[in-house]
Each structure stands twice: as C-alpha cells, then as structure tokens.
C-alpha cells in the first residue's frame, strides 16, 4: 500500500508498506544481483549504510542456484539473510541484453544462458513462477525492452505484446499466491510501461496497464543508451496517466543528477548498477562532485573520501590507504569504496525526503542536481 504524505510540485514524498516492512520514499533499491552486492558487502552492512530495499535479478538467481534450490532453503530473504523488501526483476531485461541469442515469440522468449549455453524459454508465467519460488516482496513483470531507438512499428507491436504479457502474469501471480506452499502469499506485482522514446506509445501504454489496479507501476526501456533529454521528457509525458495511489519506479536509473531530476517529475523509487560499478574502479561520490582514487594525487593524502561522512569506511580509512589497497589490487579497497558510494546513495535519498519535508526541495535540486554528477577537479 502507497500513502501519499505530500507533494512539492510534481515530486512526492510518501510511504509504501510491504508485508517486509514499510519503505520511505523517495527511495534508491541497492542493487545485490546474484542476492549479493558486487565488492563483498552482506546483508548486515546493508542495514548499516541504510538501504532500505534490495533487487536482486531473477534470471541469474535461475540459472545459478536455481530458484527451486531457494525455495527449498527457506526463500530468498532467508537465502541472503535480510529482512527487508526485496524486489526481483523479471528477466526481460536479461532477455533484451541477450539480444543476439533470443528468440521471441507470443509464448515468450528462448534464449541461451550466459553461463554454460543451455536453451531457456521463459514467458509471463514462467517468470511469475521463478519469483514465487524467490518468495521476493516484488516481483515484476515479464516485458520485453526493446532497444532505442527503435523503429515506431515495431516499438507499437512490442507494447501490445507487453501488455497481453501482463494480463497474463497478473492471472499467474494470483494463483501462485493462493497456492498452500507458497512462501510469500502476499508478493506484490508491478507492471512495466514500454514505448522507446515515442510519447504518444508511452501514454498509450500506461493508460492500458493502469487500468490492471497493480500494486506499483515501473517506467522501463529507459537509460539504455538514450539523451538523458529524451529520458525526462518520457518521464513528465507519462506521469500524469500513472496512478497516484501507486508507488512509480524508475528501472534502471541513474546518476545522482538523474535520480534528482526524476524525483521532481513523480517518480518515487530507483535503482541503479552505477554506484558500486563505479566504487569497484575507484569513481566515488561526494558532495561536491566525484573524485577518481586513481589519481596520483591521492597518493598521500590522509583525509577520508569526504570529510564529515559517517559511512564506515570514511570513519575509519583515508583515501592515501584505499588507493594503495586498489594498486595493491586489494579486496578489501572495492568493498570499501562500493561501502561509501551506496551510502552515499542512501543519504542522498536521505536528504531529498528531508528536503521535501521541509518544503526545501527546489532549492536542493538547484544546488546538486549538477554538481553531484560533475567530476571534481
């Protein structure tokens, strides 16, 4: 359930209760892939840097374990150890970014696993059942991304597919929840507005899948190589038609800027690759921009990656110490990093709620919305 508490603008500060727990939102989902963060962070840390929500990725969780092995162990809340909301992709990205070994069709899509080469068909129910068996708070639903840009045609036909997808995985959710053995009875489902970047498919699509009463609607197909121009635009044409009493979630999205400029159009939830990524090759965030470790620069310099951060790693570590760990090629030097970069995302969330509480939000944006994406020299 999504409460509205206020609005500033088109931005909204608000709640979203889960049979895991209650989410405050504006939030950012730390992304734990394979049910774990890439740089060696577990569950516990998470709780400690104030993540609020974890997305794990239904495809690879197929493939290796297995998702009936998770369901056998207990679900993947119990597999990871966290107790928070999980939300689960639903594959169709995987499918998108297989491209060369996929093969679509009503049904849904076969395609080659990444890891040994083996046939995999997966369609609207077959996804539904791997995220019951994940037992994950959220589970999406199975779409296809096409990729931007595309032609108008085939981007109108990809939508409609989508949308008798969705009809699909909600009938499959529903009878997967009332199953005796399923592990989470109360899993939610959101769905995915397509359309490349045509407006007039966008705004059709969000008005068909509206109409489904979901728990949370998704914009997808975004940040895949398109102008960050032509990513608001698609977000201000559609939000108008997404349901307000509905929590609005951004995939794949983005840079601190990005998620700013987002949250001032209506969306509420994000995610995001880019802030561990980025720490495993010493790109880190501060508030005044982002600092390369890797310069020579750093080599002595005794202050933490930013002075007054209260992450654990700038209560402790210097940046002269952390770039030696990363020449050294040091384990330790990526959790590090990846430690500060996901706190720094969970503050900056932090501070845009604080900042809509406080009816402050126009001015913070005004101020971070460029320097945060910026390289400090």
């Given amino acids: 359930m999504y409460k509205l508490i206020k609005k500033c603008g088109n931005a909204r500060r608000g709640e979203f209760t889960t049979v895991h727990g209650t989410v405050q939102t504006p939030a950012f989902m730390n ?42 162990l207990g679900g993947l809340h ?12 639903s594959g169709g990205f995987q499918v998108f970014s297989l491209a060369k070994l996929r ?25 539904m059942r791997i995220q019951s068996n994940l037992a ?11 990729e931007n840009p595309a032609p108008y045609k085939y981007s109108k036909e990809s939508c409609e597919r989508t949308t008798r997808w969705l009809y699909r995985c909600k009938e499959e959710m529903e009878r997967l929840n009332s199953l005796h053995d399923t592990l989470n009875k109360k899993q939610m489902l959101f769905g995915i507005n397509q359309g490349c970047t045509y407006d007039d498919l966008r705004i059709e699509h969000m008005q068909k899948i509206a109409e489904l009463d979901l728990d949370g609607y ?28 509905k929590p609005r979630y951004l995939m794949g999205v983005g840079t601190p800027g990005n998620i700013i400029e987002a949250v001032s159009r209506g969306v509420d939830i994000f995610d995001c690759v880019m802030p561990s990524r980025n720490a495993r090759h010493g790109h880190l965030f501060t508030w005044d921009g ?39 090629k040091e384990v330790l030097g990526l959790r590090l990093a990846v430690t500060h970069n996901l706190y720094f995302y969970n503050t900056l969330m932090e501070r845009i709620r604080e900042a809509l509480d406080n009816d402050t939000f126009d001015e913070f944006k005004e101020k971070y919305v460029d320097l945060l994406d910026a390289r400090k020299k």
Avoid at 116 to 126: L, V
Avoid at 299 to 313: F, R
Wanted: proline share 6%.
């Fill in 78 to 89: 119990k597999f990871m150890g966290w107790d928070k909301p999980i939300l689960t992709d």
């Fill in 218 to 245: 998704a914009i997808g197909g975004l940040a895949v190589g398109e102008p960050k121009e032509d990513m608001y635009r698609i977000i201000s044409a559609v939000e108008p038609y997404m349901p307000k009493e």
């Fill in 136 to 146: 994950s708070t959220i589970a999406m639903a199975f779409d296809e991304c096409v």
């Fill in 290 to 328: 982002i600092i390369n470790l890797n310069n020579a620069k750093f080599e002595n310099d005794s202050e933490p990656i930013e002075p007054g951060c209260q992450c654990p790693t700038c209560q402790r570590h210097s940046k002269a110490y952390i770039r030696h760990l990363f020449k050294a």
């Fill in 31 to 72: 992304v734990g892939t394979c049910a774990a963060i890439k740089g060696g962070l577990s569950s516990y840390d998470l709780d400690e840097i104030r993540c609020q929500v974890e997305l794990c990725n239904t495809y690879h969780l197929h493939v290796r374990p297995g998702d009936e092995l998770i369901k056998e």
């Fill in 103 to 127: 093969n679509i069709k009503e049904e849904g899509v076969t395609f080659s696993s990444h890891i040994d080469g083996r046939k995999i068909f997966m369609g609207p129910e077959e996804s």
